[in-house]
């Protein structure tokens, strides 16, 4: 049933998980294909009167029909035994109500008008929708995606319901939200569906920093806000790689923070790639998303304006840029591209091919080779002191005078000259 047998109808490819609605017992169901040797795993959710099974890679989920009620704090529900009409009616939306008879082929419609929302592109909640999704906040996300990756219109008062009801998203676990933004980014309607998460208030309940991009203007090189400007980026840029979708999403959420306006009455955000890797790390944690791509997604908004600003690049800026950001390089490349396509259009964007040519014929040289030649350990010891921050910033050091060309990596008698020239220097 389900969102297998709506997009069967629809004729668009499908997820790979299935769920089976009995009236008998689902724990049952499933006790008995493991009997007959049939699955290579099992979990079983007697709370939910639910149980899985995979079968050749494939779940299945085995959902007993049943009715559900919610507590205020809480988007778990308590489940009684009920009718095949009672489990549809606890679903999100009537087009992922309808059914297929195993038996028969035949398709059912318990809620009477499933089918006829699908066939003209209505998404409407079997309930009402404010009871809908004040029990489940949850599905006031899964609307908005299943609005824009369907194409589908609201039902009247649905959306209000939605607007009403966005405080509710409280209750909703920060790994499932970002389990339905994920989905969200990975279409290319994103950019549309985050306009939609806006209007509709749910974006400022985990990403409130967003809204403060609403209506800030930005200067002549810009026809549009802040956060218009975003959705016209990742609109253009939009990409298979997350990585750079999250990238061009989050590349200007600091300029509000660093927003100034110079003597000559300039606009000005100096500093907001900086303050914004810092944010962007904040702000994905706060989701709970994994920490390489926090790391990867963050160093990109920490370093989307380097390219532009190398309007005359020379080899060891290219052999630097390798160096910090390997292989997301080309991810890098191509935030910057998203963001020059949303420029103001009489503004002639940064030609970056100079740029991507030197880049092009480092490609044979391992970054290895602009590392220090010391390593942390052997700073601290020749330097004699305390280890700190300050090691870093040596190694960096020594590093940016290997891709420079004035110092071999290899050259270990040389590098601690230069790392006691460092030393005199101040370095804390």
Do not use: C
């Amino acid at each position: 049933m389900g969102g297998a047998v709506r997009d069967h109808l629809l004729g668009t490819p499908g997820g790979s998980d299935w769920d089976l609605v009995t009236t008998g017992s689902a724990e049952e169901a499933v006790e008995r294909l493991r009997a007959a040797g049939l699955g290579e795993a099992f979990t079983v959710f007697p709370r939910f009167r639910t149980a899985a099974v995979w079968i050749e890679g494939q779940r299945l989920e085995f959902v007993t029909a049943r009715r559900e009620s919610y507590t205020h704090d809480s988007r778990k529900p308590f489940t009684e035994v009920g009718t095949v009409e009672d489990d549809a009616r606890r679903r999100d939306f009537t087009v992922n109500t309808l059914m297929a008879d195993l038996e028969s082929g035949q398709i059912v419609d318990p809620m009477g008008h499933g089918a006829a929302d699908l066939q003209t592109g209505i998404l409407r909640t079997p309930a009402d929708p404010v009871t809908t999704f004040r029990d489940d906040p949850l599905r006031m996300l899964r609307a908005v995606r299943f609005r824009h990756r369907l194409g589908f219109a609201y039902a009247p008062g649905l959306a209000s319901a939605i607007e009403s009801e966005a405080h509710r998203l409280e209750i909703v676990s920060a790994e499932r939200i970002q389990e339905e933004l994920v989905k969200i980014m990975e279409r290319p309607s994103a950019a549309d569906a985050l306009a939609e998460l806006m209007q509709l208030g749910l974006l400022d309940r985990f990403w409130p920093e967003f809204r403060a991009g609403v209506g800030m203007a930005q200067g002549p090189f810009h026809h549009l806000d802040v956060w218009d400007h975003t959705l016209l980026a990742l609109r253009n840029g939009h990409t298979a790689d997350p990585v750079v979708n999250w990238a061009i999403l989050f590349h200007d959420v600091a300029k509000p923070a660093t927003y100034r306006v110079d003597e000559e009455g300039r606009i000005r955000f100096f500093g907001h790639e900086s303050e914004g890797e810092a944010l962007t790390r904040q702000m994905m944690t706060r989701l709970r998303f994994p920490g390489e791509m926090v790391d990867r997604v963050s160093a990109l908004v920490g370093g989307h304006m380097r390219p532009g600003s190398l309007t005359n690049p020379t080899r060891a800026a290219a052999r630097r840029l390798r160096r910090d950001f390997g292989d997301d390089l080309s991810a890098l490349f191509q935030v910057v591209t998203a963001d020059q396509s949303a420029l103001n259009p009489s503004v002639t964007p940064v030609d970056l091919r100079p740029l991507r040519e030197l880049v092009a014929e480092e490609q044979h040289t391992p970054t290895s080779a602009y590392e220090s030649p010391l390593n942390g350990s052997e700073i601290v010891s020749l330097a004699g002191r305390e280890p700190g921050p300050w090691v870093g910033a040596a190694k960096r050091y020594l590093s940016d005078l290997v891709v420079e060309g004035q110092l071999d990596t290899g050259d270990r008698e040389a590098a601690t000259r230069a790392l006691q020239d460092f030393l005199n220097q101040g370095a804390q």
